[in-house]
Every structure is written in structure tokens, then in C-alpha cells.
């Protein structure tokens, strides 16, 4: 008989160690202290990197595609196929900032992820694409993943002036998970937000301020949607000219893996990720996994805002002294901080039996 039930669920700790691999670690640790325990582990993602990788947790095949890369070059990119007649198509597997060797902010875009997204709409058997959208090289609102779907459009100075969507694909049901909900302009937009993480100095972040206004100005849509500023608008582009649905990810995922059922039958949830902060409260897979559970520990690799009360939580760079040596090892650190829970547990429960 089993002593203890934990699901371990974390995302990923980004450009460490991906969330299968943080999970098994974990429970590694876990069960060095206490081996008795049934321990179920469950990687999570909120659309972002890891995203196909956990939604193949219950199955599926990869299909190989040759594409370009965000600056045009060869790339070979892979999409999934599930068992249900879903494709799953990450943008970051074409398109992806990781791709390139330095960034390139104006000349970066999504026409790779627009012929994944074709040939998964080609592909017989397939009767829904799961588009994943994080981790995108490019603020072009989806203009070169259009492009790829055979949509023609007209630029003058950079601004798009004149689109021509007669001969898109014709889109099966189209879902986008997005991990943000940032608008498509403004202060908190794609632009503006997320532009200096793909390297755009300031006059770069107002070009692409610029064109993607002048872009919503042409495709008319629902520029100020929650989501719809995700990868660098190509939200707003598919959900616009190809009738995608926006969907908030970690909820999404977290249903398709089946974490609802784990959790009801779990005594404690282990989620985490690579940095706590107050976005992880929203729409992430920290915030959204504490929401559906009763007692719940959290591992991260750092943390710059506090916890909530009565959740335990265990920071990577604590154990290890400093952030180069988490990130160093971080499978080290991860099964170190699940033989601390373990103790934890342990120790409250003894401490509960002297009472």
C-alpha cells in the first residue's frame, strides 16, 4: 500500500531543462527519501516552449517538414499528429528566436511556421490544427505564416497597403494557444512588450508598432482581443484572416493531459518553473496549476515576487548557491529540491503523530 500520492507538473525551466526531464528529476528526489510513494508525473506548458511535447504525452507521430527558418534559410521542423485526428503545430519549431544566431528584429518572420501550418491542413486525417505560439523571432503579425497559407499581400515602405486572402487554404478548425494576453498594439502589445526581447531598440519597436497597426487597419479583426498580441501578433493574423480561435494555453494543456483527474486523485501537487514572477500568477502554468489543486509545493529555478501562504516552495538558486550553478546542473538541483519536499512532508506528518 502506497504511503503518499504526488503529481509532479511542472513547465519547463527555460533554455535548462525541458518539463519531462524536470519532472522525472523531481520525482527522483522524492522517492530517495520516500520510495513507497505512487508519484505520477505530468509535463505542462501554457503554449509556449514544451507545448508539443506534452500534448504528445498520450500519443502521436511526428511528421517531418523541410521549411525555412525566421531569416529564410533551410530548416528541417517536425509537427504532431495525435491519435484523435488533432495536429499540433508549434511556431517555435520554425520560427522560433532560438533559431537564430543573433536576433533580428525587422527582418525576422513566421513563413516556416506558415508551411507546418499548411501541411498539416493538406495532410489526410487531420481534422483540427492546435497551433502553439510561444517563443516567436518575430513581430510581423503573421504575415509570412499567411503568406505560406497563400494569402498576397502588398507592402510599400514596409506597411502592408493591400492584402488579398482569396486563395488561403481552406482552414480545418484552427485552435491558438497563446500564454499571454496581451492586445495587439500599445504599451502591453507585441510591439511595445515583447519587442526588446527580440532585440528592437527603441526605433525598431516603433516600426513594428507601425506596421502592425497599419496591418490591422488593412485585415480589419479584433486588435485589442486578449491573446491576440502573441508571437508577435500572429495571433491576431490567424485569427483574423483564418478564423483561428484564441485559447489561453496552460489550461488548455493541462486539461489535454489530463491533470483535472491527477489532481483529484493526489494528496500534493509539485508544479513549478525556471522563474517565478507576477506573471506567473496569470495564465501561466505555475498559476493555473495551483488553482485546480488543494495542497500544492512549487519548485523554481528563481523567484522575484513572494508566494502565497501555506505553499511550500523551493528555489533552485538557494540550493545551489547562485544562478550559474543552477543552470549548470539543473537535474541535479531539481532532484535535490524533491528530496527536500519529501523531507518536509515527512517531517510534518512525524511531527503530526507526536502531536
Known amino acids: 500500500m502506497t504511503d503518499f500520492r504526488v503529481v509532479i507538473a511542472p513547465d519547463s525551466f527555460k533554455g535548462t531543462i525541458d518539463a519531462k526531464a524536470a519532472a522525472e528529476a523531481i520525482a527522483a528526489g522524492w522517492r530517495a527519501v520516500r520510495p513507497d510513494d505512487e508519484i505520477r508525473c505530468l509535463p505542462l506548458a501554457d503554449g509556449g516552449e514544451g507545448t508539443l511535447a506534452a500534448l504528445m504525452s498520450r500519443g ?6 523541410r521549411v525555412q527558418d525566421p531569416i529564410g534559410r533551410p530548416h528541417d521542423a517536425a509537427w504532431a499528429l495525435l491519435p484523435d485526428g488533432t495536429a499540433v503545430v508549434e511556431l517555435a519549431a520554425a520560427s522560433g528566436l532560438p533559431l537564430l544566431d543573433s536576433p533580428a528584429p525587422l527582418t525576422a518572420g513566421t513563413f516556416g511556421f506558415g508551411q507546418l501550418l499548411r501541411e498539416a491542413a493538406d495532410h489526410p486525417g487531420v481534422e483540427r490544427i492546435v497551433a502553439t505560439l510561444g517563443g516567436s523571432a518575430s513581430t510581423d503579425g503573421g504575415v509570412g505564416a499567411l503568406t505560406a497559407l497563400g494569402a498576397v499581400f502588398r507592402v510599400v515602405g514596409g506597411l502592408v497597403v493591400e492584402a488579398d486572402l482569396s486563395a488561403l487554404v481552406p482552414a480545418p478548425d484552427v485552435v491558438c494557444l497563446v500564454d499571454v494576453d496581451t492586445p495587439l498594439l500599445g504599451p502591453s502589445g507585441a510591439a511595445r512588450r515583447f519587442g526588446p526581447q527580440k532585440g528592437a531598440g527603441r526605433a525598431d519597436v516603433e ?18 482581443a486578449p491573446g491576440s498580441g502573441a508571437a508577435g501578433g500572429t495571433a ?59 495542497q500544492v509545493a512549487l519548485v523554481v529555478g528563481s523567484r522575484a515576487t513572494e508566494v502565497p501562504g501555506g505553499i511550500d516552495c523551493v528555489t533552485l538558486t538557494d540550493l545551489a548557491g547562485d544562478v550559474r550553478q543552477a543552470m549548470r546542473d539543473p537535474a541535479r538541483w531539481l532532484a535535490e529540491a524533491g528530496e527536500v519536499l519529501a523531507g518536509r512532508i515527512t517531517g510534518a506528518r512525524a511531527g503530526a503523530r507526536r502531536r
Do not use: C, Y
Request: aromatic share 4%; net charge negative; hydrophobic share 50%.
Open 207 to 224: 516600426m513594428l508598432e507601425a506596421r502592425l497597426e497599419r496591418l490591422a487597419d488593412v485585415l480589419g479583426g479584433h486588435r485589442d
Open 60 to 65: 502521436g507521430t511526428l511528421v517531418q517538414a
Open 236 to 294: 491576431f493574423g490567424l485569427a483574423t484572416a483564418w478564423g483561428a480561435r484564441l485559447v489561453p494555453g496552460a489550461p488548455h494543456v493541462a486539461d489535454a493531459v489530463g491533470l483535472p483527474a491527477a489532481v483529484e486523485w493526489a494528496d500534493l501537487l509539485i508544479t513549478g518553473e525556471g522563474r517565478l514572477d507576477e506573471q506567473s500568477w496569470s495564465g501561466k502554468v505555475v498559476g493555473n496549476a495551483i488553482a485546480s489543486a488543494g
